[in-house]
Structures are given as C-alpha cells and as structure tokens.
C-alpha cells in the first residue's frame, strides 16, 4: 500500500488495497496512523458492497446510527439506520430515494448535535457527476492554531448549543425552541482523545450558540469563529472519483458540499463509526 498526501492541511490517498477483504491488524494500524496524520483518508478504486463497507468501517469501531428519525428516512433498506444514501437519485415515481439529494450543504460535523456522535463517516462513491459536487473539508486543529489569543482566552472552557432541523439546510432558527428538533451543547474546544491534539468545534450548519452570551454577541463571536473555520487556507476540497471510499475524522474536521447539476447523477453510500462523548480541551 502507499500512501499519497493530496494537500497541505488535509487529505490522503490510499492505493494498493483491496478493501473488499479483510485486513490484518498491522495495515488497520497503518490506516489509522494515516487517518491521524491527513484528517481525511481515500482509497481509491474499490468497488464495495454495503455489506461490505459496513464490515470496513466496523475495523475503527461500533456501527453508528444515523441522526435522521426512522420515520424519516427516504431509504428503503437503511440497514437498521446504519446506511444512508447521499443521492438526488429517484424511483420510478419520481421521488428521492435517499438524503439531501441536491443543492449545496454548509460546514457541519455529523451528528454533532447529539452527546454522542459519530467519529468517522465513510463515503463511497458509487456515482459522481462530471462537474461540481465536490465536498471540502476543513482542518479543525489549524482553525483553533488560528484563532487569535484574546479569543481564546474568552471562549476556554466554554461550550456551545448545537441543534439541528432534518427539514432543513440552514442553521436554526432559536425562536422556535428546542422541543422539536435535536439539540445538545459541546465544548467549543476539543482534545482529540487518539492525537491530544485541539481542535475547534462549531459549525455554520449546525452551532446555535455559544455559551454565556447573549444572542447578538453569540452570533458576532460565531460570525468570527465560522470566517476562520472556513478559511480557505485551511481546506482540501476533494474532487470524487467513481469508487473512491473516503473517511474522515468528524472530531477534527468539518465538511461541506459544493452544488452540483440536477441532471447529474450523484450517488455516495454513507456509514459512520459511533464515537464517545466530546472531550473539552484543558482550558
Ligand atoms: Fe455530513
């Protein structure tokens, strides 16, 4: 196997592996040091099953569930929650057959509005559109470096309220309470418990509110906070190829969707890795 960097600040290639067999104990260690090393792992050129890429990504931990209440879920076999189709791909009857089918996605880290949420999310690319579609993922350990020291020191130790709408793409709205939707708080910083490393977590999709402020200067601090996230300095943005599996690490970095022509067809199977609860950074 080898291992290629793609970028600077994140992203590896993967080649000379056969993921539809299982892996010995060392090369799972060699995919993980990888994985520590570049945030965001991609084996290029395999062609996995669902079952198949679910026993994959059960090597880095137990299977998570996705967010996304049962009765909600457009997929047909969804295997339990554990499978969701990212596909503006429709049936017969013209309806989606899987999840947020089309149009561009903001900075989000999966599941992040839950205690417990997921740390790998592996996408297999099972059908790409020529242009556009490309997802961007931004290193959460450069943001927090970037942050400057009088910011850090107002924010140390505080959490923020991640809350999520499944009928919608924007952040949202506070005014209409909590009951409906899932929400939690989280530490805006977080020591990742594999590389002790900090890294900064909110998001433009999913952070609500940062602790201990009121809503005007939450937003003006979040404002801040989403600019240096979403540097452009501090992302790969990668570009699908038909049958790569990706991986990346949602403790440390964020990812996004760019549009992409309705006409074409994109189809990437998701799983995830269920992680532990969010470490606060040592203030
Ligand atoms: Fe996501």
């Given at each position: 196997?080898?291992?290629?960097?793609?970028?600077?600040?994140?992203?590896?290639?993967?080649?000379g592996?056969?993921?539809?067999?299982?892996?010995?104990?060392?090369?799972?260690?060699?995919?993980?040091?990888?994985?520590?090393?570049?945030?965001?792992?991609?084996?290029?050129?395999?062609?996995?099953?669902?079952?198949?890429?679910?026993?994959?990504?059960?090597?880095f931990?137990?299977?998570?569930e996705?967010?996304?209440?049962?009765d909600?879920?457009?997929?047909?076999?969804?295997?339990?929650?554990?499978?969701?189709?990212?596909?503006?791909?429709k049936?017969?009857?013209?309806?989606?057959?899987?999840?947020?089918?089309?149009?561009e996605?903001?900075?989000?880290?999966?599941?992040?509005?839950?205690?417990?949420?997921?740390?790998?999310?592996?996408?297999?690319?099972?059908?790409?559109?020529?242009?556009?579609?490309?997802?961007?993922?931004?290193?959460m350990?450069?943001?927090?470096?970037?942050?400057?020291?009088?910011?850090?020191?107002?924010?140390?130790?505080?959490?923020?309220?991640?809350?999520?709408?499944?009928?919608?793409?924007?952040?949202?709205?506070?005014?209409?309470?909590?009951?409906?939707?899932?929400?939690?708080?989280?530490?805006?910083?977080?020591?990742?418990?594999?590389?002790?490393r900090t890294?900064?977590?909110?998001?433009?999709?999913?952070?609500?509110l940062?602790?201990?402020?009121?809503r005007?200067?939450?937003?003006?601090?979040?404002?801040?906070?989403?600019?240096?996230a979403?540097?452009?300095?501090?992302?790969?943005?990668?570009?699908?190829?038909?049958?790569?599996?990706?991986?990346?690490?949602?403790?440390?970095?964020?990812?996004?969707?760019?549009?992409?022509?309705?006409?074409?067809?994109?189809?990437?199977?998701?799983?995830?890795?269920?992680?532990?609860?969010?470490?606060?950074?040592?203030?």
């Amino acid at each position: 196997m080898k291992v290629t960097p793609l970028s600077a600040v994140g992203g590896a290639e993967i080649t000379g592996v056969d993921l539809s067999r299982p892996q010995s104990p060392e090369i799972l260690a060699e995919f993980e040091k990888a994985w520590n090393e570049h945030l965001v792992i991609i084996f290029r050129d395999q062609d996995l099953t669902a079952d198949e890429q679910l026993a994959f990504a059960g090597n880095f931990g137990p299977m998570g569930e996705r967010g996304t209440p049962a009765d909600q879920r457009r997929e047909v076999d969804d295997y339990g929650g554990a499978v969701m189709l990212v596909t503006n791909q429709k049936d017969d009857d013209g309806n989606y057959i899987g999840t947020i089918p089309e149009g561009e996605l903001w900075f989000h880290s999966d599941l992040s509005y839950q205690e417990i949420p997921h740390k790998a999310t592996m996408l297999h690319a099972v059908a790409v559109p020529d242009i556009g579609g490309n997802t961007m993922f931004a290193n959460m350990y450069l943001a927090y470096e970037n942050i400057p020291d009088g910011l850090k020191t107002k924010l140390a130790g505080r959490r923020a309220l991640h809350a999520y709408d499944f009928a919608m793409t924007e952040r949202y709205d506070l005014d209409k309470g909590l009951d409906d939707i899932q929400s939690c708080w989280q530490p805006i910083f977080v020591r990742h418990p594999d590389t002790s490393r900090t890294a900064l977590y909110v998001s433009r999709l999913m952070t609500a509110l940062i602790e201990g402020f009121d809503r005007a200067e939450s937003d003006a601090i979040l404002s801040d906070l989403l600019d240096i996230a979403e540097d452009p300095n501090i992302i790969y943005e990668h570009k699908w190829q038909t049958r790569d599996l990706l991986m990346t690490d949602n403790r440390c970095a964020l990812h996004a969707r760019r549009d992409f022509p309705k006409d074409q067809l994109r189809l990437l199977r998701r799983c995830t890795v269920k992680g532990d609860q969010s470490l606060a950074a040592a203030a």
